[in-house]
């Protein structure tokens, strides 16, 4: 789950860290990329995968809606010089979710989304989470657990923990939330069976996600990945 992409570097990625500095004035750390006016508008909060930093996914947004606003966030746990994640193993295993610094980090996460809202005059029915890896576990955490607080998530490359999926009830009413799921077929550190397991548990609990496969592809986002999220998000906000 470290950093992959090297596809999004050769989109102006000098330019992107010219023009950005961490930001500390919200219960996260991030950079922004936004639009010097006060207008409303939509808001996409990157979250980043296990290992990396705030800087991985911000140079997609120049594949992506123009008219939106963006930050990248640095999860809160430092692993190493510019290396941080969302959550610790517990033990061996995979990423489960079990350990408490989840907790800590979704209440941060859903903190700062909040703040940030405000911040940039986005309600929160215009604000996006995407995710990848790790990130895109926090996506399915917060925005499930805290759907009124984001319009949306995408969820590329992920999965949803176990101690998530038990506490979803299908007798909940689900409120109008927009999901992306998006996974490579030839991912080995999240396999493919992640997403389409993510899919299928969404729709028993009466969410529509839109659901994209990518024959070949690991766990990285691939060209054809960001095209089609660049359709969601506009057809979000056309």
Partial sequence: ML????????????????QTSLQADLPLKYIE????????????IFLHGYGSNEADLIGMKFQLPAQYNYLSVQAPMALGEGRYQWFRKKGE?????ETDDLQVSSQKLRDFIAQAAKKY???????????????AMMSYEVGLRAPAAVGGFAALSGRLL??????LKAEQQPLPLNIFIGHGTADDPV???????????????GYKPQFHAYPGVGHSISAAELRDLNGWLQQLNP
């Fill in 3 to 18: 950093k992959v992409f090297a596809l999004l570097t050769l989109l102006a990625s000098t330019a992107v860290h010219a």
């Fill in 33 to 44: 990329q936004v639009h010097p006016d006060a207008e409303p508008r939509p808001l996409v």
């Fill in 93 to 97: 295993g995979a990423y489960n979710g």
């Fill in 121 to 135: 005059h986005a309600s929160p029915d215009k604000v996006y989470l995407i995710g990848f890896s790790q990130g």
């Fill in 162 to 167: 176990p101690v998530l999926k038990k506490e």
């Fill in 191 to 205: 396999p493919y069976r992640n997403g389409t397991d993510a899919n299928a548990q969404l729709q028993k609990l």
